[in-house]
């Protein structure tokens, strides 16, 4: 079960695979965010602004943790109401095949679907009453760019899930987002300019085979 959800909720474990098309037309425009001066009495400092997460920086240096974060707590949003949206229909039905294709590469779609329909099948068994999203920390970025970022993360399933399992210490999770198209920019559906493709999980403190070649 928790696999499951987790996989459906994104970015963190067990699902995923490579993205699909990866055209640039088609993908979020990208957006240059002025710096913010900062002064004081004996010095004056430049520092990025706070970047929205329906906002993709063409300066690296503003996709930061936070950034990332932030990101990825609006798409774990998005996945909890397609949760609840299967289980108040008792079947995956189109507001949820909608959320999902909104905050999907294709890549990882048709794979999130199945999942969906297999926690539908079984009564999402051990979801709680009123379940909350997914709670993410970004331990580290390991690349970074306005059409691809890596990143580790650590997740907490206690708002989700009645029993969560316990992360072993070796067990490190991993996620890759894209730049939403214009497609799912327009559906009004995905409150970011992103879509989670790759989820993996290694459980041998190694570091995943996980990249953003091929994603420029």
């Known amino acids: 079960?928790?696999?499951?959800?987790?996989?459906?909720?994104?970015?963190?474990?067990?699902?995923?695979?490579?993205?699909?098309?990866?055209?640039?037309?088609?993908?979020?425009?990208?957006?240059?965010?002025?710096?913010?001066?900062?002064?004081?009495?004996?010095?004056?400092?430049?520092?990025?602004?706070?970047?929205?997460?329906?906002?993709?920086?063409?300066?690296?240096?503003?996709?930061?943790?936070?950034?990332?974060?932030?990101?990825?707590?609006?798409?774990?949003?998005v996945s909890l109401d397609t949760i609840v949206a299967a289980k108040e229909a008792g079947l995956v039905e189109e507001r949820a095949l909608e959320?999902?294709?909104?905050?999907?590469?294709?890549?990882?779609?048709?794979?999130?679907?199945?999942?969906?329909?297999?926690?539908?099948?079984?009564?999402f068994p051990g979801l709680k009453a009123e379940p909350g999203a997914l709670d993410i920390s970004v331990v580290e970025l390991h690349e970074i760019a306005p059409s691809c970022v890596v990143a580790e993360v650590t997740t907490d399933a206690s708002r989700l899930v009645e029993s969560p399992r316990p992360v072993d210490s070796n067990e490190r999770s991993f996620v890759r987002i894209l730049p939403a198209t214009d497609e799912q920019l327009s559906s009004g559906l995905n409150p970011t300019a992103w879509?989670?493709?790759?989820?993996?999980v290694t459980l041998d403190?190694?570091?995943?085979?996980?990249?953003?070649?091929?994603?420029?």
């Open 1 to 77: 079960m928790r696999r499951l959800l987790h996989g459906l909720l994104g970015a963190t474990l067990l699902l995923g695979a490579c993205g699909g098309d990866d055209d640039d037309s088609d993908r979020a425009a990208i957006t240059s965010i002025p710096e913010e001066t900062t002064s004081s009495t004996s010095s004056t400092t430049t520092e990025p602004r706070t970047v929205a997460p329906d906002v993709i920086p063409q300066d690296e240096s503003q996709i930061t943790e936070e950034y990332v974060e932030q990101v990825l707590d609006a798409l774990h949003e």
């Open 99 to 123: 959320l999902l294709t909104a905050t999907s590469s294709d890549g990882v779609f048709e794979q999130r679907v199945n999942d969906l329909i297999d926690l539908a099948a079984n009564g």
């Open 195 to 200: 879509v989670l493709d790759e989820f993996p």
């Open 205 to 216: 403190g190694s570091m995943a085979d996980l990249s953003c070649e091929g994603h420029s």
